[in-house]
């Protein structure tokens, strides 16, 4: 009996023992494939020696050179941040609608392609501080506008103002100028060619068109204001959690904006057309 009682009592010290070590085992994340699922974004880039960057081409952001290669400004920013951290660099070029869906499923490590911060964009992402500001612009004609360099100029019954169909530039249209009468097309460059025809006094636009589109045209376009109507905030995007990757990222830019290379990369890509004639002819 009393031996029969040892054994059960052994038994019962055996199993609660395994029971112990099982537990254990699952707080301590033994087993490679808990190891592996608890890899940061920024331990996993660090091994690889390469970052994985989606990109979307959009010029002038990303596009392709005559070389077939890529280039822009946010080809800049990925390689110098890339060569700034010692790592490879690779891109992957996706489609703008399935730009996030592309990180969440970890395709890439990280979007870099002008992506602006959003409240509904920032429920499935995490965004860095920003790295650019995208600016909401007035171009005027200057036969028909030249003499016209405030911003009240334009809120005129007479004044006509042509945006894109659908984009934010119809709300700051109507919001800034409510007296003029707002002209909608379906794409900017026929906003363009409304004002260059003269057919309205000016076109509300995104940068860096009205800056590309004034140095085409600088005999007939003008920009009277330089406060923009509108301004967004371009920035890193990482899946949500990987707290130590966002500290390192927003280190990174905020070392880049001090030091003003950000700016100048932006200066050269938003408000020159040096880089045009490398750029291939179907973009």
Excluded at 150 to 172: H, K, P
Aim: hydrophobic letters at 45%; one cysteine or more.
């Amino acid at each position: 009996m009393i031996f029969e009682r040892k054994h059960i009592l052994a038994g019962i010290c055996s199993v609660f023992m395994a029971g112990i070590c099982s537990v254990a085992l699952i707080l301590s994340g033994c087993g490679s494939a808990s190891e592996t699922a608890r890899t940061s974004l920024l331990d996993q880039i660090k091994q690889r020696g390469t970052i994985r960057v989606g990109v979307s081409t959009f010029v002038p952001w990303a596009m392709r050179n005559k070389q077939g290669e890529l280039v822009g400004f946010e080809v800049d920013v990925a390689s110098r941040l890339a060569a700034d951290a010692g790592l490879e660099i690779e891109f992957i070029p996706t489609a703008w609608d399935g730009i996030i869906p592309g990180l969440l499923a970890g395709k890439f490590d990280v979007i870099i392609a002008g992506m602006s911060i959003t409240p509904a964009r920032n429920l499935s992402v995490n965004f860095t501080r920003p790295y650019s500001h995208s600016e909401l612009l007035l171009a005027a004609s200057r036969d028909e506008a030249g003499h016209l360099v405030d911003r009240e100029d334009y809120d005129r019954a007479d004044m006509t103002i042509a945006v894109r169909r659908g984009s934010t530039s119809v709300q700051a249209a109507r919001k800034n100028f409510p007296s003029a009468t707002i002209q909608q097309f379906d794409d900017d460059i026929l906003a363009f060619q409304e004002v260059l025809n003269g057919n309205a006094e000016a076109v509300i636009a995104s940068s860096p068109k009205p800056e590309h589109e004034v140095l085409r045209n600088s005999d007939r376009l003008f920009i009277p204001f330089d406060e923009p109507l509108d301004r967004g905030a371009e920035a890193i995007a990482i899946r949500q959690g990987e707290t130590d990757a966002l500290n390192f990222f927003d280190n990174w830019i905020l070392l880049r904006t001090e030091d003003g290379w950000l700016k100048e990369r932006r200066d050269y890509w938003f408000k020159t057309l040096d880089w045009e004639d490398d750029v291939a002819a179907d973009q």
